[in-house]
């Protein structure tokens, strides 16, 4: 949304996230109440979020546009058979519709779902949907599916500038088979207890059989710290070096990020701006706060079916 327009009128159904400890990662359902040119805010009032204990006085409150979605519409969580280990949903839990992962099947429509490293809890079926970015005007799910208006914008060859593009944070690749190559510059990920959410920048060696390649990393050492560690990596784990983002200003609060620390990219959200281009980043997976220049941030990146995706919300 530019500056200053107002894309939810009054009236309308929305949910609203927020940057507040103990809530980041939730969505609450909220009707807007009014909006202000001015500064740019909107007056929501809250569905199920009430200021006394009858239940008569909903909570309202100001926020910024980035705090914002539609609601998303109902064919898009629909069943489309059962939930798999590993994908992104969000389940019902406190009023609200919290963002997490699914841990593990429990079988019988139940499903564990953690948030964060910490907190787990079991939900049956109804209680949970599939997680999807509201990106650019349309709806993007992990998958990289995306409903309402296009947003993947394949650039004409003939303007001599290439076949891929980045437009309002969306960048169009080839497939990762045809890009990640023995050579290519890539980041690596891990599911190792305390490394989940972070990238470590690598080489790939070598290709090997099954989408399995042997990288070389340019930060981490063997255990000698003779040689930069060599591992063998599956394609479900590496990814592209992402391309650069400019940054107009700086970033807003609730933004996702990636936070150069501890030889890596870690993923986390702005929790607040500081003085001297300096932030608060929230990393969801340990519940840390950390502070950071704006020098040791870039815009976040997910890399999906080949294919670049960015939004200046995703929790």
């Known amino acids: 949304m530019k500056p200053g327009a107002s894309t939810f009128p009054p009236g309308g159904a929305v949910e609203v996230s927020s940057a507040d400890e103990g809530f980041r990662g939730s969505y609450y359902s909220a009707t807007v109440v009014s909006y202000t040119p001015k500064s740019s805010k909107y007056v929501v009032s809250f569905d199920k979020l009430f200021q006394d204990e009858s239940g008569t006085r909903p909570v309202t409150e100001e926020v910024e546009p980035s705090q914002l979605r539609p609601l998303p519409p109902a064919e898009l969580s629909k069943d489309e058979g059962d939930f798999e280990e590993g994908e992104k949903v ?33 939900f049956k079926k109804g209680k949970v949907r599939r997680h999807w970015e509201w990106v650019d005007g349309s709806w993007v799910d ?11 914008m394949k650039k004409q ?10 437009r309002d944070g969306v960048i169009v690749e080839v497939s990762s088979d045809n890009v990640i190559k023995e ?10 207890d305390g490394l ?21 990393y340019s930060s981490l050492r063997a255990d000698d710290d003779q040689m930069f560690l060599r591992e063998e990596i599956d394609a479900l784990h590496i990814r592209p070096n992402p391309p650069k983002i400019a940054v107009s200003g700086r970033f807003k609060v609730l933004d996702e990020v990636d936070a150069f ?9 702005i929790a607040k701006l500081l003085e001297d281009s300096k932030y608060i980043v929230y990393f969801r997976g340990s519940e840390e706060e950390l502070e950071f220049k704006h020098s040791d941030l870039r ?10 995706f960015s939004s200046s919300l995703s929790i």
């Open 90 to 122: 969000e389940a019902s839990w406190n009023d609200g519709w919290w963002v997490g992962e699914v841990v593990k099947c429990m079988g019988k429509g139940r499903y564990k779902v953690g948030f964060g490293e910490k907190e787990k809890r079991v």
């Open 142 to 152: 992990s998958l990289g599916r995306n409903q309402k208006s296009p947003l993947l």
């Open 196 to 216: 989940n959410g972070a990238w470590f920048s690598g080489v790939v060696v070598e290709v090997l059989s099954e989408g399995k390649y042997l990288v070389e």
């Open 157 to 166: 060859s003939s303007d001599g500038m290439g076949s891929d593009e980045l």
């Open 261 to 269: 620390f501890n030889d890596g990219w870690w993923v986390g959200i």
């Open 183 to 192: 050579g290519t510059l890539v980041e690596v990920s891990s599911d190792e």
């Open 299 to 308: 815009k976040h990146q997910e890399w999906i079916n080949g294919k670049w």
